[in-house]
């Protein structure tokens, strides 16, 4: 067996065989379900008691719901509907629908596996509702598409850190990761005396996209992202520097990050990753 394959199974061995761990998909669909239609009792009541008050001349609240995406998003009662029932159910639908795709996706584990960029797609799909039915086929098939894909998901992840970082120094070696890299504009910069740093969200998430490969490669699980690169930098009007489990960076006045890897081990891992998506490319002592 190569190191190649060995990778992999180093990425997959800890996955579960489950499709979404710790979660009955029978039982969470029958709760869906049983949403639906307490939803659609609900809104049935409330048309035909403001059809009954606008009939009797009478007033009504004004109640209304709305959903996230859509230009359309949104529903109220004030004695007529005026959205189209049918419309409307469909809409809250989704809605709870894409709420519970964001559930299984993180009780699901398969997050571990994405970077920065396939989390945003992710959850742009959820937060604008572009989300297909909850259902037990679409689940299976979602959940098991992501679950056997999740090493080439990892391996992209790996590929998007290396062309994020910078090329334009020495200590960059254009086709393989090296004992330091230097990430271009980790702080924004303001005024000039005194300057004022801030960090920059963006280079946060790449520092924590190499964090999270770094943690799988050495078998252990990922680390929260609420606490990650962005909120442990404390930027001053001077430089400084801050150690992690597997590297260490440093910040300067112009705003670029030096980075050094304290594990050689898993950047040769990291690597070889690299030596199977740019196989014509790497150093001969990479491949």
Not at 203 to 223: M, Q, T
């Amino acid at each position: 067996m190569n190191e190649q394959e060995n990778l992999t199974g180093t990425i997959d061995s800890g996955a579960s065989t489950e499709l979404v761990k710790s979660v009955s998909i029978d039982n969470f669909l029958n709760q869906r379900a049983a949403v639906v239609e307490k939803l659609a009792q609900g809104l049935n009541l409330l048309s035909e008691a403001a059809t009954l008050a606008d009939a009797a001349h009478m007033g009504f609240p004004t109640i209304g719901m709305s959903f996230r995406g859509g230009t359309n998003a949104g529903y109220r009662i004030t004695g007529h509907c005026p959205h189209p029932m049918a419309q409307v159910m469909e809409e809250a639908t989704k809605a709870i629908d894409a709420a519970g795709w964001a559930y299984l996706m993180n009780e699901s584990g398969l997050r571990t596996f994405m970077d920065a960029a396939a989390r945003k797609a992710w959850d742009d799909k959820v937060y604008g509702l572009d989300v297909p039915p909850l259902t037990a086929e679409n689940i299976t098939a979602t959940f098991t598409a992501l679950r056997d894909s999740r090493g080439d998901l990892f391996e992209r992840g790996v590929v998007n850190c290396f062309r994020a970082l910078s090329w334009d120094y020495k200590t960059n070696q254009p086709f393989k990761f090296g004992k330091r890299v230097i990430l271009r504009y980790l702080l924004r910069t303001y005024g000039s005396k005194p300057r004022w740093l801030s960090v920059n969200s963006d280079s946060a998430n790449k520092l924590d996209d190499l964090d999270r490969v770094f943690y799988i490669l050495d078998g252990k699980p990922e680390p929260d992202h609420r606490s990650g690169w962005y909120s442990k930098i404390s930027p001053k009007d001077d430089a400084g520097k801050l150690a992690g489990d597997y590297f260490i960076v440093k910040w300067f006045l112009n705003g670029n990050g030096h980075l050094t890897f304290t594990r050689p081990d898993l950047v040769d891992k990291l690597n070889q990753i690299l030596a199977k998506h740019y196989p014509n490319a790497l150093a001969s002592e990479v491949r």
